[in-house]
């Protein structure tokens, strides 16, 4: 078996558990890769018994056979990690080092456990959807419009609010006034969606969610589409520019750029270990059913 480690940070509190995550990949003849810059934050403080390869970018993964991806850090890193898989399909498994973890599901005191799981096959992989960007403006995003949470529009810093006229396969749907919108997957829909009150939805339920922010007419609310939708804005404000954003990627566009959001073309994989599930992960991260008082 050979590994990719991915992460972005490395926190003092967090050396001990890296350390464990390294000493049982090596214990168990697993071949391990480390994304160059996190090998360069590691440094000397976490000690390899075994020499570990170095990872630069997706391009290496067509001439590398990885089986994993293992991400450590919270959402925020897997974010950033698949922007480094691309469509090469290679599993990610996350590693909770940071807050509430809804994708890196898995405790960090539990790095030894889930490896053993990995190598018996007690697991379960998840196709996740993703979002493309169609844009007038090659140079937007570069050569990844791809998000696995979520894309907005939003009001800049300083703003009135902003119109933005939506369209679902080209039939118009509504004008929003409203300090921005949000197009959620499946997986963002726990995110940023949730917080301005949209939807939970399931993991493979083949919908888009869109949500507006903080909307100037209060009978607009959020609603759920098919996957197969192609939706597209014209946008308009008394501010020049606005902010786009794909999942932590942000750019500045104006009332020139023509913006479209439709699935994309291939899916994103995350490793499920047979003892967790997208069930368990909300009622644990989301507190559900525990009473504060007992």
Not at 200 to 207: A, E, L
Not at 228 to 254: I, M, N, P, Y
Request: glycine content about 8%.
């Amino acid at each position: 078996m050979q590994v990719v480690i991915y992460g972005k940070t490395i926190k003092e509190g967090n050396l001990d558990f890296i350390q464990t995550l390294f000493d049982t990949l090596h214990d168990r003849d697993i071949n391990v890769f480390v994304f160059v810059p996190y090998l360069r934050l590691m440094g000397d403080r976490i000690k390899q018994k075994k020499d570990v390869g170095a990872f630069e970018s997706h391009l290496d993964l067509k001439t590398k056979n990885i089986d994993f991806m293992i991400t450590l850090g919270g959402d925020g890193t897997i974010l950033n990690a698949i922007s480094e898989i691309r469509d090469n399909g290679v599993p990610v498994l996350g590693i909770n080092l940071g807050r509430l973890g809804f994708l890196a599901s898995v405790e960090k005191s539990r790095m030894a456990q889930a490896i053993d799981l990995l190598i018996h096959d007690r697991f379960s992989i998840e196709l996740r959807t993703l979002l493309f960007l169609e844009t007038n403006d090659d140079k937007l995003f570069g050569d990844y419009k791809v998000a696995l949470n979520d894309f907005t529009i939003l009001k800049r810093d300083t703003s009135s609010m902003i119109t933005v006229n939506t369209f679902i396969n080209g039939a118009y749907l509504t004008t929003y006034w409203a300090d921005g919108i949000i197009i959620s997957t499946p997986t963002g829909s726990t995110g940023y969606n949730l917080s301005c009150g949209g939807p939970i939805i399931f993991p493979g339920s083949g919908n888009f969610v869109i949500t507006p922010v903080a909307p100037h007419n209060l009978n607009v609310r959020p609603i759920v589409i098919s996957q197969d939708s192609v939706v597209s804005f014209e946008v308009d404000g008394r501010a020049d520019s606005f902010l786009c954003t794909l999942d932590s990627r942000f750019e500045t566009v104006g009332q020139t750029h023509q913006l479209a959001i439709r699935k994309n073309d291939y899916m994103m994989k995350l490793v499920q270990l047979e003892d967790k599930s997208f069930l368990t992960t909300i009622r644990e991260k989301l507190a559900w059913g525990k009473d504060s008082r007992n």
